[in-house]
C-alpha cells in the first residue's frame, strides 16, 4: 500500500506542477491491484479480494489529491507571494485542514445531505471497473468497449470523463452542468445581452457571484435539513445516528475545529502582531466559515457530477476577503487554507460509494460500516504518506521557482486588490444563484451546478456531457430499468479510458 501511496502523491504533484490539473489515479490504482492479484505468487493473492482492490484505489486516490490539491498548492501561494517565512505555518494549517476534511466526509457519509445512495459518479466507475474484472463476462465486454470509447475520444482532445459521467450522475444537475459550461464557453455571444451593471470589468465575475449565491443558498439548505432533524437515509445504523454520526454534531464539531485551526494558523503566522484584535477575530472566523462552505460546496458537487472545483471555488473566498479587507499575507493564507478544504472531502465520498457498491449497498450494515471505517484508515494513512512526501518535494520545487500555476492567478488577484465594480457583480449575480439553487432544493443541486459549469472553461466538456445525457437517455428509452446496469459498466469503462490516457499523457508530458 504504501508504495501505491508514494507514487499516487509524485503524481499528482508532478502534474499538478506541470499542467496545472491533477489527474484521478483511483482506476489506475483499481487496475494496478487487479493486475497484482493476477500474478500467480501467494504473496500476492490477497490482491483478488474486490475489497483489497478497493482499499488500494482509496488509498492512491486520497495520496494524489491529497499531496497536489490540499498540500502542495496552499503552501505555494504564500512562497509565490514573496513570503517563504508562511509556508511551514501553512504547511501546517493545510495539513490539518485535510485531515478534518476527509474526516467530516467519513462521518456525514450516508446522512440526508451526502446520502450513500447519491450519485458519487468517480465512486460507480471504480465499483463497476472492479466487479467487471471480477466477474468478467457480458460486464467485462462492456466495460472494455467503453474504455476503448474512452481511450479514443480522449486521443482527439474529447473529455470523455464527462461524457461518462453523464451516464451515472443525476440527470437534473449535469444538465445545469452542461448549461454552465457551454454557457461560459460562448460567453462571448450572450454577454452582449446581459444588462448595464451586473458586470464588472469583465464577465469573469459572473462565476463567482453566481457561486456565491448557490452556496450560501446550498449551506441554508444544509441547516434546514438540521433543524427539521429529519433523519439520514436508511444505509445509517441506529446506533451510529445516535452517536457521532448526526448532522449536527459533525458540523458543530468540523466548524469548532477548523476555527481552531485558523486561530493556530493565524498564531504561527504572527498576525496577533501585525493586525487589530477585531480584523484578527474576523479572519479567524471568516476562514473558518470559507473553509466549511467550501468543502460542502466541493462536496456537493462531487457527490453529483464527479467534478471538484477546488480552485475555482476558493477564488470566490479570496475575493470576499479582498473585499473584507485583509492584509495581502492574511489573504494568501486565508486562500491557501480554504483551498486545502474540498479535494480529500468530495474524494472519500467517491471512495465510499464505490466501497458502499461492493459490499451490497448496505444490507449487511455492520459489514457495511466496518468497511467504511477500513477505507477510511487506508485514506488516512495515504494522506500522512502524501504529506511526508510533499514536506521533502516541496523544497525541490521551491529551489527552481515553481509552484502550481493556479498560485500566480491567486497572486495576482490579492496584488490587484478591490474595485467596487466587481464587488456590485458578485452581489448582482449570487441573486440568480441562490434562486436557482432553493428552486432545484436539496436534491437537484441547480445552482451549485450552475455555477460549477460556469467556473470552468471547457465548452467542449459541456457538448460531452450533454451527448452523454442524450445517449443515457435513448440507451435507458431502449433497455429499461433493467439496463441501468450496464449503462453504469459503459459509462465506467469510459470514465477510466479517459482517466487512463489522462495518466499516460500525463506521464509523458511530465518526462516520467
Not at 487554507?337 to 457498491?357: I, Q, R
Not at 457495511?368 to 494513512?381: K, S
Request: aromatic share 10%.
Amino acid at each position: 500500500m504504501t508504495p501505491l501511496c508514494v507514487f499516487g502523491a509524485v503524481i499528482g504533484m508532478q502534474v499538478l506542477m506541470r499542467l496545472g490539473v491533477t489527474t484521478n489515479t483511483a482506476l489506475v490504482g483499481a487496475m494496478v491491484a487487479m493486475a497484482l492479484g493476477r500474478v500467480p505468487l501467494a504473496s500476492l493473492r490477497i490482491y483478488r479480494s474486490i475489497h483489497v482492490q478497493n482499499l488500494a484505489q482509496s488509498a492512491i486516490s486520497a495520496a494524489t489529491f491529497g499531496a497536489a490539491n490540499s498540500l502542495l498548492l496552499p503552501i505555494g501561494i504564500p512562497f509565490a507571494l514573496g513570503r517563504p517565512d508562511l509556508v511551514l505555518p501553512m504547511f501546517v494549517g493545510a495539513t490539518l485542514a485535510m485531515l478534518l476534511d476527509a474526516t467530516l466526509l467519513y462521518r456525514m457519509f450516508g446522512s440526508r445531505v451526502f446520502p450513500a445512495e447519491g450519485a458519487w459518479p468517480p465512486g460507480v466507475a471504480a465499483a463497476e471497473a472492479i466487479r467487471a474484472g471480477d466477474e468478467g463476462g457480458r460486464k467485462a465486454w462492456l466495460l472494455g468497449i467503453g474504455l476503448v470509447v474512452g481511450i479514443a475520444g480522449s486521443v482527439f482532445g474529447i473529455p470523455m470523463s464527462g461524457f461518462g459521467v453523464a451516464f451515472i450522475g443525476n440527470a437534473w444537475a449535469l444538465s445545469m452542468f452542461a448549461l454552465g459550461l457551454l454557457g461560459r464557453g460562448y460567453v462571448h455571444l450572450w454577454s452582449q445581452f446581459v444588462p448595464a451593471g451586473w458586470t464588472a470589468a469583465d464577465p469573469s465575475h459572473i462565476p463567482q457571484g453566481l457561486m456565491l449565491g448557490a452556496g450560501l443558498a446550498a449551506l441554508a439548505q444544509v441547516v434546514w435539513t438540521i433543524v427539521r432533524g429529519e433523519r439520514a437515509t436508511s444505509t445509517i445504523d441506529p446506533a451510529r445516528e445516535a452517536s457521532a454520526g448526526r448532522l449536527p454534531v459533525v458540523l458543530g464539531g468540523g466548524a469548532v475545529t477548523y476555527l481552531a485551526i485558523a486561530a493556530l494558523l493565524a498564531a504561527l503566522a504572527g498576525f496577533w502582531t501585525q493586525m487589530d484584535w477585531p480584523l484578527l477575530v474576523g479572519f479567524i472566523v471568516y476562514a473558518a466559515f470559507a473553509a466549511l462552505l467550501h468543502e460542502l460546496i466541493i462536496g456537493l458537487a462531487g457527490m453529483h457530477s464527479g467534478w471538484f472545483p477546488a480552485f475555482a471555488v476558493a477564488v470566490v473566498s479570496l475575493a470576499i476577503g479582498l473585499l473584507i479587507g485583509f492584509p495581502p499575507p492574511a489573504l494568501a493564507l486565508l486562500v491557501g487554507f480554504t483551498a486545502a478544504t474540498g479535494p480529500a472531502f468530495a474524494d472519500m465520498g467517491c471512495d465510499l460509494k464505490a466501497g458502499f457498491l461492493l459490499r451490497g449497498q448496505g444490507e449487511d450494515m455492520h459489514f457495511e460500516l466496518e468497511g467504511r471505517r477500513q477505507q477510511y484508515l487506508a485514506a488516512m494513512f495515504a494522506l500522512l504518506v502524501a504529506t511526508i512526501v510533499v514536506a521533502v518535494a516541496c523544497h525541490g520545487y521551491f529551489a527552481r521557482n515553481t509552484v502550481a500555476p493556479v498560485d500566480h492567478v491567486f497572486v495576482a488577484t490579492i496584488r490587484a486588490g478591490t474595485d467596487p465594480a466587481i464587488a456590485r457583480a458578485l452581489a448582482l449575480w449570487a441573486i440568480p444563484g441562490a434562486a436557482l439553487q432553493f428552486l432545484g432544493g436539496q436534491k437537484r443541486q441547480l445552482g451549485i451546478m450552475l455555477a460549477t459549469g460556469t467556473l470552468l472553461v471547457s465548452p467542449l466538456a459541456g457538448w460531452a456531457v450533454a451527448t452523454g445525457l442524450i445517449g443515457r437517455a435513448l440507451w435507458l428509452h431502449r433497455t429499461g430499468e433493467a439496463g441501468r446496469a450496464n449503462c453504469q459498466v459503459f459509462a465506467a469503462g469510459a470514465i477510466a479510458g479517459d482517466a487512463l490516457y489522462s495518466f499516460g499523457s500525463s506521464l509523458v508530458r511530465t518526462g516520467k
